[in-house]
């Protein structure tokens, strides 16, 4: 079951893509935002911080791993799960190595995100998941 009312961001530079996430996740009672590149969400984080990032790897300018990485070096904090159509050798263990909560491969699964999701917003430290 998911946390009730769990805000999720999905930063992704691909429209179609963010919206198909978002209505998914709307549909499984998430709170969802959307932004089109790493900076976006940066300047959002004055006003809310999501419970869960769900971040493309691939994107110009700042990469997923960039933005974790990032917010680790200013001390925030929130559970970020990375997808990626593109699965390089050695990338999945980078980003876990990282920290992030979940590397997941394109196209995804619905019911693989929902379950990184559930296991990124638990109040226990979560473990990573590589699917």
Known sequence: MSMPGAR???????????????RLLQRSSYKV???GSAAEFLTSLSHVTPDCLVVDLQMPDMTGL????YLAHIKIKIPMIIFTAHDELGIRERCLAAGVAAYLIKPLQKTALIAAINA???RSIPKNIAI
């Open 66 to 69: 960039e933005l974790h990485l």
């Open 8 to 22: 999720i961001t999905i930063v992704d530079d691909d429209v179609s893509v963010g919206k198909a996430l978002m």
């Open 120 to 122: 990124a917003t638990k």
């Open 33 to 35: 935002e959307v932004f």
